[in-house]
């Protein structure tokens, strides 16, 4: 099912996702207080939250142009050294801009 | 902010020891008072400008999908979560389909459901109105935070509360701020600009545990998200790939301290 993004469509798909996040704000307190969620159901979500940013990141890495590919490089390997996102965002970017200037 | 829980095995201790300490004596850590809330605001300003500046870099990339500014003002008030708002960007197009954005913002904010779990020896003692209202504004920052001070004894519901509304109001203002930069930028993609999302939410990534099991689940996901990516319907990668570093995590479990 796919819906427009002109108009009203685009306000259904924001309240679909403000819905699904606040099921995941409430859901965790609901769920507890009626049964402790287990070890192995936690280490499913906090395995999952992580794997689906990467799946979301390969193609964007692998379709990407050579500007594309060195600012994820550029943040990643910053990320590794720096350990501070901001700085990190910021020379992924610039590394795609002068990549592209040249 | 980061996605991974990074005291994760610690806080299912504090859970344990909150929940014995809260039944036995100490049941005032859960107060929410008006002074309380306050000093929790404004303990988390600081934190709160960075957070503005990543709303900031959120809006200047909604704009360049072509989101109109009332979207994009309106997504980050009611949504409050930076990583799936820029995932939703990522399958944004002339048309989007439902579905496989709803399970990718369920997958990238499951974390909330951990969040919540872990507050919760706190939180049961408050009213459900007041319980599930401080749940409204929980993130990273406020959640961490709030689970150290809570686990070192101390009061912390208005940390958690008034920290929380404080990510709020700068994350939606940063973003109102990234509304003027993205009208004003002529040629992002020549600037670098299309990349604020892929830094952004690598950035998330790496930010999070980092060891051997994290790297061969990311691997198995970027593998069965390429597979996919290639040979299954459209927009199924990111489930695909979600699901199997999930699966691989709970097979291939930490050990439980």
Redesign the interface.
């Known amino acids: 099912?796919?819906?427009?993004?002109?108009g009203f469509?685009?306000?259904i798909?924001?309240?679909?996702?403000?819905a699904?996040?606040?099921?995941?704000?409430?859901?965790?307190?609901?769920?507890?207080?009626f049964v402790?969620?287990s070890?192995?159901?936690?280490?499913?979500?906090?395995?999952?939250?992580?794997?689906?940013?990467?799946?979301?990141?390969?193609?964007?890495?692998?379709n990407?142009d050579n500007?594309?590919r060195l600012?994820?490089l550029t943040?990643?390997i910053s990320?590794?050294l720096l350990?501070k996102?901001?700085p990190?965002?910021a020379l992924?970017?610039?590394?795609?801009?002068?990549?592209?200037?040249i | 902010m980061n996605l991974r829980l990074l005291c994760w095995v610690s806080t299912v201790k504090n859970e344990l020891k909150g929940r014995r300490l809260l039944s036995d004596f100490d049941a005032n850590l859960h107060e929410l008072t008006y002074q309380n809330v306050w000093a929790g605001f404004k303990q988390l300003v600081p934190i709160s400008l960075f957070v503005a500046v990543f709303g900031l870099a959120f809006g200047l990339a909604a704009t360049q999908v072509g989101l109109d500014d009332s979207s994009i003002i309106g997504m980050s008030a009611l949504v409050f979560a930076g990583a799936s708002q820029f995932s939703a960007l990522e399958l944004w197009g002339t048309q989007v389909a439902i579905i496989p954005l709803a399970i990718t913002i369920f997958a990238i904010n499951a974390r909330h459901l951990l969040m919540g779990a872990t507050l919760y020896p706190w939180l049961r003692h408050l009213p459900p109105v007041k319980r599930y209202g401080v749940m409204l504004f929980v993130t990273d920052p406020n959640w961490a935070m709030s689970m150290q001070a809570f686990s070192r004894g101390e009061p912390a519901m208005g940390l958690l509360f008034g920290g929380g509304i404080s990510l709020w109001i700068f994350w939606v203002l940063g973003t109102w701020l990234g509304l003027f930069f993205g009208s004003a930028i002529n040629d992002p993609v020549s600037l670098g600009l299309d990349m604020v999302m892929g830094c952004f939410l690598l950035a998330m990534v790496f930010g999070g545990q980092k060891n051997l099991r994290v790297l061969i689940i990311w691997i198995v996901a970027a593998f069965s998200s390429l597979m996919a990516y290639w040979y299954l319907p459209a927009n199924s990668h990111v489930v695909v790939g979600a699901l199997a570093g999930g699966i691989l995590g709970a097979i291939w479990m930490e050990k439980q301290q």
């Open positions: 099912m796919t819906i427009e993004t002109t469509g685009a306000l798909i924001i309240l679909v996702m403000a699904v996040t606040l099921v995941t704000r409430w859901g965790g307190v609901y769920v507890m207080s402790p969620i070890y192995r159901i936690r280490q499913f979500i906090s395995a999952m939250s992580g794997s689906v940013l990467v799946a979301l990141l390969t193609p964007l890495a692998i990407g500007g594309a600012a994820l943040t990643a990320m590794l350990k996102p901001l990190s965002i992924g970017i610039l590394a795609a801009a002068l990549y592209r200037q």
